[in-house]
């Protein structure tokens, strides 16, 4: 069984830095994306920041220039660093993968979920 484990949340005044860490460990044949979701109360779950394999990256247009995400293949994990930080980035932030356990089927993992609060 597939997990993702998160780490590195919490309270942070505006304009410091926080690093989000997930690992995933399980039966995993093969990663195809990892990234991170978040959602503030009252609001939709959305799309943060993906990391492919192969480094290839996307950002949501609200966080470009503020974060960034990487990843060790190695450890199958992915991190996001969070600078400049907004109350408005405030949310529980939840780590996605897109992931095989087979090679013929992949499904999404999501983890518990990390707060984060950015207050002003």
């Known amino acids: 069984q597939v997990q993702l484990v998160e780490s590195g949340g919490g309270l942070v005044r505006a304009g410091g830095s926080l690093r989000l860490s997930c690992a995933a460990s399980?039966?995993?044949?093969?990663?195809?994306?990892m990234g991170w979701y978040r959602q503030a109360p009252g609001k939709q779950r959305e799309l943060v920041a993906s990391?492919?394999?192969?480094?290839?990256?996307n950002y949501a247009d609200s966080i470009k220039g503020r974060f960034t995400i990487s990843r060790d293949n190695a450890k199958n994990t992915v991190y996001l660093q969070m600078d400049s930080l907004k109350p408005e980035d405030t949310a529980v932030y939840y780590c996605?993968?897109?992931?095989?356990?087979?090679?013929?089927?992949?499904?999404?993992?999501w983890g518990q979920g990390t707060q984060v609060t950015v207050s002003s």
């Open positions: 996605h993968g897109g992931l095989r356990e087979t090679p013929q089927n992949w499904r999404n993992y």
């Open positions: 990391i492919t394999p192969g480094g290839n990256t």
């Open positions: 399980g039966s995993i044949f093969s990663i195809i994306l």
